[in-house]
T-cell receptor, first 113, second 114 residues
Framework: NAGVTQTPKFRVLKTGQSMTLLCAQD?????MYWYRQDPGMGLRLIHY???????AKGEVPDGYNVSRLKKQNFLLGLESAAPSQTSVYFC????????????FGQGTRLTVV | AQSVTQLDSQVPVFEEAPVELRCNYS??????LFWYVQYPNQGLQLLLK??????LVKGINGFEAEFNKSQTSFHLRKPSVHISDTAEYFC????????????FGKGTLLTVNP
């Protein structure tokens, strides 16, 4: 019963380094999302995907890129990390249609120094 | 565009007291509403959801919420809280038009004191 799995759980990056966060879901969901969570800001949508091979920008996309080459995986990339990207990142997946709830991963705590 | 406002960022209460966490939404179309809970250092899990029908929705751990269309609200309530209810609570909305988007409020930190 894995659900949504995020890799890694913790990471420290130096400014300017790059990294990729991996999200994998085993529920055959169509929709996948990347959010970031910052104190007092709630969850803000970075990018999302409504199906394999499609991605779209959310409300805070700058500095991030995503890919969804396989239905079960959604990758979030930071090409040149900045201290402002220090955050907790959550991946979520959801079945097609607005009536379904999202299932979340356990989060990735990223610190950029 | 859809949006969610959680009116209280922090709510401290004593154990066994009742609690209400407030949530207002805006959307120009029909909505689906959700409450999630996040325990420390964990992901979010669903407490309850409103899709249609009865405006009073019951969820896990004794929580319930009431959908009020005229006031565009979806407040979360529990008649008697426990220490273990200490967590952050998020209200979220999904609208009929752009129903792939799930928009969250900024969260309410519920702290239950002995």
């Amino acid at each position: 019963n894995a659900g949504v799995t995020q890799t890694p759980k913790f990471r420290v990056l130096k400014t300017g380094q790059s990294m990729t966060l991996l999200c994998a879901q085993d529920m055959n969901h169509e929709y996948m999302y990347w959010y970031r969570q910052d104190p007092g800001m709630g969850l803000r949508l970075i990018h999302y995907s409504v199906g394999e091979g499609t991605t779209a920008k959310g409300e805070v996309p700058d500095g991030y890129n995503v890919s969804r080459l396989k239905k079960q995986n959604f990758l979030l990339g930071l090409e040149s990390a900045a201290p402002s990207q220090t955050s907790v990142y959550f991946c979520a997946s959801r079945d097609r249609g607005g009536v379904t709830e999202a299932f979340f991963g356990q989060g990735t705590r990223l610190t950029v120094v | 565009a859809q949006s969610v406002t959680q009116l209280d960022s922090q709510v401290p209460v004593f154990e066994e007291a009742p609690v209400e966490l407030r949530c207002n939404y805006s959307s120009s179309v029909s909505v689906y509403l959700f409450w999630y809970v996040q325990y420390p250092n964990q992901g979010l899990q669903l407490l309850l959801k409103y899709l249609s029908g009865s405006t009073l929705v019951k969820g896990i751990n004794g929580f319930e919420a009431e959908f009020n269309k005229s006031q565009t609200s979806f407040h979360l309530r529990k008649p008697s809280v426990h220490i273990s209810d200490t967590a952050e609570y998020f209200c979220a909305v999904s609208s009929g038009g752009s129903n792939y988007k799930l928009t969250f409020g900024k969260g309410t930190l519920l702290t239950v004191n002995p």
